[in-house]
Every structure is written in structure tokens, then in C-alpha cells.
């Protein structure tokens, strides 16, 4: 059925759920797992008044650092609930401004053939303020998209 399963993961207790349940769906179809972690690509803040905005002096090298310090640390977390279920997963950080769009290069670029992920739910105003990754997803996608809650 399925050879390689894709999840994406941002840290939450429940995209860890996420984590589990596609690690114990590729353990069940002796498939290979990769964990995904999206970052923002740098860009820097704004600031002024209202005739107009310069950009602040941040260096683009410390967001990287920081970012990819943090992507690290949520893959290992992933990683260590992979291998508590005597697993092993490959790691990927992409970067992109929509995560949605990185989860499905990703998914292409590892020739995976389901994604696993986690919808935090969100509906009325704050789905319509905020969004939803897992739907942008779901639209966009031709994979097949396994939703955990």
C-alpha cells in the first residue's frame, strides 16, 4: 500500500500525536517515516512611522541559527517518539513562507505516497483569521492526507 509516509510536525502535543500515529502506520505497512519541520524564511521586521518603513538592522545568520536550533530540538522530539516505538525516521527542515506549500515539496521531493498530520481545529473566526494549514493542505494536495485530532 503506502511505502513512505510524510509527517509534519511544529512541536505541539498534538502534532506529536501526528508523529505516533504515522510511525505506527509505516511500522504497520513496513514503510520508510520522514519528519518534516517548516521555517519561515528570513525576513526582516519593519519599522517607522506613517510617511514610511525601513527595514531593522537583524542579521539574517542568527535567524538561522535560532531557527534551525529550534527545528532540531522539535525533530529530535519527534524522532525520540519514533524510536520509543522501536522506529527510525529520516529528519527534513524546509524552509517557506506558507507551510503548507514546503510539506507538499517535501512530500513530492521524498517521493512519499500519504502524509500524516496533525488539525488543531480551529473553526469560526480564528480559522478564517488564522487559517489552516491542514486545509490549505488537503485542497492542494493529490497525495492522500491521513488528518489526526
Not at 19 to 24: C, E, F, L, R
Not at 47 to 67: F, Q, R, S
Given at each position: 500500500?503506502?511505502?513512505?509516509v510524510?509527517?509534519?510536525?511544529?512541536?505541539?502535543?498534538?502534532?506529536?500525536?501526528?508523529?505516533?500515529?504515522?510511525?505506527?502506520?509505516?511500522?504497520?505497512?513496513?514503510?520508510?517515516?520522514?519528519?518534516?519541520?517548516v521555517?519561515?524564511?528570513?525576513?526582516?521586521?519593519?519599522?517607522?512611522?506613517?510617511?514610511g518603513?525601513?527595514p531593522?538592522?537583524l542579521?539574517?545568520?542568527?535567524?538561522k541559527?535560532?531557527v534551525?536550533?529550534?527545528a532540531?530540538?522539535?525533530?529530535?522530539?519527534?524522532?525520540?517518539?519514533?524510536?520509543?516505538?522501536?522506529?527510525?525516521?529520516s529528519?527534513?527542515?524546509?524552509?517557506?513562507?506558507?507551510?503548507?506549500?514546503?510539506?507538499?515539496?517535501?512530500?513530492?521531493?521524498?517521493?512519499?505516497?500519504?502524509?500524516?498530520?496533525?488539525?488543531?481545529?480551529?473553526?469560526?473566526?480564528?480559522?478564517?483569521?488564522?487559517?489552516s494549514?491542514?486545509?490549505?493542505?488537503?485542497?492542494?494536495?493529490?497525495?492522500?492526507?491521513?488528518?489526526?485530532?
Amino acid at each position: 500500500m503506502y511505502k513512505h509516509v510524510l509527517v509534519p510536525t511544529d512541536g505541539s502535543k498534538l502534532s506529536l500525536k501526528a508523529v505516533k500515529t504515522g510511525a505506527k502506520l509505516a511500522g504497520a505497512l513496513g514503510a520508510k517515516l520522514t519528519l518534516v519541520h517548516v521555517v519561515a524564511p528570513y525576513m526582516p521586521p519593519l519599522y517607522g512611522d506613517p510617511i514610511g518603513y525601513a527595514p531593522m538592522v537583524l542579521d539574517p545568520k542568527e535567524y538561522k541559527v535560532n531557527v534551525e536550533r529550534n527545528a532540531k530540538r522539535v525533530l529530535a522530539e519527534g524522532a525520540r517518539a519514533v524510536a520509543a516505538l522501536g522506529m527510525t525516521c529520516s529528519e527534513v527542515i524546509a524552509t517557506d513562507e506558507h507551510p503548507w506549500e514546503a510539506v507538499l515539496k517535501t512530500a513530492r521531493g521524498k517521493k512519499c505516497d500519504v502524509i500524516v498530520m496533525a488539525s488543531h481545529g480551529r473553526r469560526g473566526l480564528a480559522g478564517v483569521l488564522l487559517g489552516s494549514e491542514t486545509t490549505k493542505l488537503l485542497t492542494h494536495s493529490t497525495i492522500p492526507v491521513l488528518v489526526c485530532r
